[in-house]
């Protein structure tokens, strides 16, 4: 079992910049998957960003390539998502969560497959 916290979320301006931070306690960080979600009010909680144990592949959603960055450090045991040119349909609270069963990339976008989760960030963005 791994414990998630996130930080860094925020109010911004459309085309504005914030970068979040998931911070991890637990001995398995480095040998888990980690990804990010996103849920806005009355919608479903939807993939973003997905990032593999070493950090030697990456994959996002479709409304975030060219504007999101996945990354990690797991010497910090700390996950982040750089998030450029942001827009209000961006408006969400932000989640990261672990992949304990490492998850085929047909499922891994399915939030209801994940087992671990963070208390989520508020991301808001005003045009």
């Known amino acids: 079992q791994v414990q998630l916290e996130e930080s860094g979320g925020g109010l911004v301006q459309a085309g504005g910049s914030l970068m979040l931070s998931c911070a991890a306690s637990?001995?398995?960080?480095?040998?888990?998957?980690l990804a990010w979600f996103r849920q806005a009010p009355g919608k479903e909680r939807k993939f973003v960003a997905r990032?593999?144990?070493?950090?030697?592949?990456?994959n996002y959603a479709d409304p975030v390539k060219g504007r999101f960055t996945i990354s990690r450090d797991n010497a910090k045991n700390t996950l982040y998502l750089q998030m450029n040119d942001l827009k209000p349909e961006d408006t969400a609270v932000y989640y990261c969560?672990?992949?304990?069963?490492?998850?085929?990339?047909?499922?891994?976008?399915?939030?209801?497959?994940?087992?671990?989760w963070g208390q989520g960030t508020q991301v808001t963005v005003s045009s």
């Open positions: 990032i593999t144990s070493n950090s030697a592949n990456t």
């Open positions: 637990g001995r398995a960080f480095n040998v888990y998957h």
């Open positions: 969560t672990a992949d304990a069963k490492n998850l085929p990339t047909a499922l891994a976008t399915q939030p209801r497959f994940y087992d671990f």
